[in-house]
């Protein structure tokens, strides 16, 4: 009787790690950039010590691991901006124009989180990953 018990209790356990790892972000914020909307998933620590800008790149992978790595800062402390910047284009080829529009979008997205009073974390950062990086 007790390894049936066991195994439930293992199993559950893994059910509920499995949900935590899927866990959604704690809100959405919303930015303008030459009047297109480019959305934010927030992931957001209790007392947050910084922000972290995190790109991604353009690969439905490359998602995955973004989400992955947003919560990893949360629970460390920090507030991750999961931005959605690849939007402001009309494709995601990786020309001169839409880097620039891409790399505008990013510095008003950042000129925002400055003007705003009394930020949680005044200290951001910027990170990335594929085109992203």
């Known amino acids: 009787m007790r390894l049936p018990r066991m195994m439930v209790g293992v199993l559950f356990w893994l059910a509920t790690a499995a949900l935590r790892a ?3 972000p704690v809100e959405y914020a919303t930015f303008m950039s030459h009047g297109k ?26 998602l995955a691991f973004a989400r992955s790595e947003a919560r990893f800062f949360a629970e460390h402390a920090f507030r991750v901006l999961l931005v959605d910047y ?43 990953q594929g085109l992203g990086a």
């Open 37 to 62: 909307a480019v959305s934010c998933a927030v992931y957001d620590a209790r007392d947050a010590t910084a922000t972290i800008v995190f790109l991604r790149g353009a690969n439905p992978a490359d």
């Open 22 to 24: 899927q866990t959604l």
């Open 86 to 128: 690849l939007t402001v284009t009309p494709n995601l080829e990786p020309t001169v124009t839409n880097y620039r529009r891409w790399g505008q979008a990013v510095e008003d997205i950042l000129g925002d989180l400055h003007a705003r009073p009394a930020p949680k974390a005044r200290q951001i950062a910027v990170i990335g």
